[in-house]
């Protein structure tokens, strides 16, 4: 076990951290600054799994940052506050997502859009403005300040709450900046994972018709009978994907790995905007026409800042949104990384830090 940083920050910490690009996590001792006037201190319950985790445990990004402890999904409880704290009081259950300070004076902080500042400090794999590294919610407690984070209604089951704050926002801020969802509007969402099951809940509320593209037939029934999806198409399959040509109005694609985007233009009616979630390794193919015969746009959406993610967790907690999880303990992380690099989970992985964390301490 590998201990780092007492001699900057006063808060001894511990959670589980990769040293190099295998990305294989283990128990580390490391330290937390002391609560500052407006911060709080939260003791992590919970924290879910991105995949955004697993790619920067193996430097995929080639932005990583070692010792790298992973996790922007974090649910907890309030243990300490600041002098100056107004929004929190200790006892509060809380989220934290992915960032966890900004400018606060550029146009997009001042719009808040905080998730595009382009000083924004990540939750993890990120270096605060006191110059000392992030650590994320694989972990017993963290820091963090008022601003940044949101609070969590108490009709919202805490450990399915967690993925709301990466998957669930990340969502959520297309629909409702493009004006994607509601009623009379018919949305494509592709790939049935951890952001596109959470995103078809989403677009229902709102009253959306909903169909799931994906690359594999046996989502179908949850789809459509778990997660309420209206259709459902096979990706690989030309003839439904010839069938629906021109039927869409929207659609956003969750689908990191590498995938044609030309069939999905296809999909979209005249006026009709493709909206890209996942950060592909490879460029995509496309050609002009497709776009310009139809008035057709491609636009990117990157999680949402802090107003509107307390909106989008109210929003879930009013109509019984939550994620589809699988709760698992500290000590099973390494296997869960194996089993969602195979895409083998239903449908975010969360890990209950506050019951099992503790027992993995040498």
């Keep these: 076990m590998e201990r780092l940083g007492e001699k900057y920050q006063s808060v001894e910490a511990f959670g589980w951290a990769a040293r190099d690009s295998s990305g294989y996590l283990s128990p580390f001792v490391f330290s937390r600054r002391e609560t500052g006037e407006e911060e709080v201190r939260v003791k992590v319950l919970y924290c879910g799994v991105c995949h955004s985790d697993l790619h920067c445990l193996k430097n995929e990004w080639h932005s990583s940052i070692y010792p790298l402890v992973p996790g922007h999904e974090i649910v907890g ?59 994320g919610g694989y972990s017993d407690h963290i820091v963090v300040d008022e601003r940044y984070a949101v609070k969590i209604p108490h009709t919202l089951p805490l450990a399915s709450a967690a993925p709301l704050l990466c998957a669930g926002i990340s969502m959520y801020s297309p629909m409702k900046y493009f004006g994607l969802a509601g009623p009379g509007k018919h949305i494509g969402i592709v790939g049935l994972g951890g952001l596109g099951h959470i995103g078809v809940r989403f677009a229902k509320a709102f009253g959306s018709k909903v169909t799931v593209v994906s690359s594999t037939a046996g989502k179908s029934k949850d789809a ?7 259709g459902f198409l096979v990706s690989t399959d030309e003839d439904q994907m010839q069938a629906a040509m021109g039927t869409m109005d929207s659609i956003i694609d969750t689908v990191s790995a590498s995938h044609p985007i030309l069939p999905l233009v296809g999909l979209l009616k005249p006026n009709g905007k493709l909206v890209l979630l996942g950060a592909t390794e490879k460029p995509f193919d496309l050609h002009a026409f497709s776009l310009i015969l139809g008035r057709k746009s491609i636009a990117g959406s990157a999680i949402g800042g802090i107003k509107e ?7 879930a907690a009013e109509h019984g949104i939550k994620a589809e999880i699988e709760t698992i303990s500290m000590e099973y992380v390494n296997t869960a990384m194996d089993r969602l690099a195979k895409g083998d989970v239903r449908y975010r992985f969360v890990i209950d830090i506050a019951n099992t964390l503790a027992a993995t301490r040498p």
């Design 77 to 135: 409880e309030v243990i300490e506050i600041g002098r100056k704290v107004s929004k929190f009081n200790i006892g509060d259950k809380i989220g934290v997502g992915c960032i966890v300070d900004s400018c606060r004076t550029c146009e997009s902080c001042r719009e808040d859009q905080e998730n595009y500042c382009t000083k924004a400090v990540a939750t993890y794999n990120g270096v605060h403005y006191d110059g000392k590294i992030n650590y």
């Design 224 to 230: 459509l009978e778990n997660f309420g999806a209206d």
């Design 309 to 315: 993610t307390q909106e989008m967790i109210d929003f």
